[in-house]
């Protein structure tokens, strides 16, 4: 069985992206792009003979990295960053376990026990109503009402 122009494009367009997944520098992916944008066009026979095709990955490769890299990586990084938790901000909990002023304390809120730490670096006793401020992982940044 030999193998034709657009499915080796498609071979090259698939191993592109299994490159990029193992060096994640946002690179290869445009070749990949471009590979497999070719064998698509190659099969349609838009590109009857090599040196078209060789001129067409070259070309949809170059341009999609440098019209497209920046965005991506821009995407990608924002979608890396976590953005505050907030839903508990503004609840009332119950201390459970006296918060130290630089250290951790215990509260209870909807039914469960969670870390929290002071908001004001000022000791909470047990007992007190403290308003959440703040989420910081899973504890909570509390101050005294």
């Not at 490769?61 to 979608?79: D, F, G, I, K, T």
């Not at 908001?119 to 899973?138: F, H, L, M």
Request: glycine share 6%; hydrophobic share 55%.
């Amino acid at each position: 069985m030999e193998l034709t122009l657009p499915q080796i494009w498609l071979i090259v367009g698939l191993l592109m992206l299994v490159a990029e997944l193992v060096s994640v520098v946002l690179v290869f992916v445009f070749f990949a792009a471009g590979a497999l944008i070719t064998a698509l066009l190659a099969s349609i026979g838009l590109l009857p003979d090599l040196n078209t095709q060789l001129f067409a990955f070259s070309l949809i490769s170059v341009l999609s990295l440098v019209l497209l890299r920046n965005q991506a990586r821009r995407l990608l990084e924002n979608r890396g960053k976590h953005t505050e938790y907030s839903e508990y901000a503004g609840e009332t909990a119950m201390v459970i376990k006296d918060i130290p002023a630089t250290g951790e304390g215990k509260i209870y809120y909807r039914g469960a026990e969670w870390i929290a730490l002071s908001a004001t670096n000022s000791i909470i006793e047990a007992g007190s109503k403290v308003i959440i401020r703040a989420t910081d992982g899973i504890k909570l940044i509390v101050e005294e009402t």
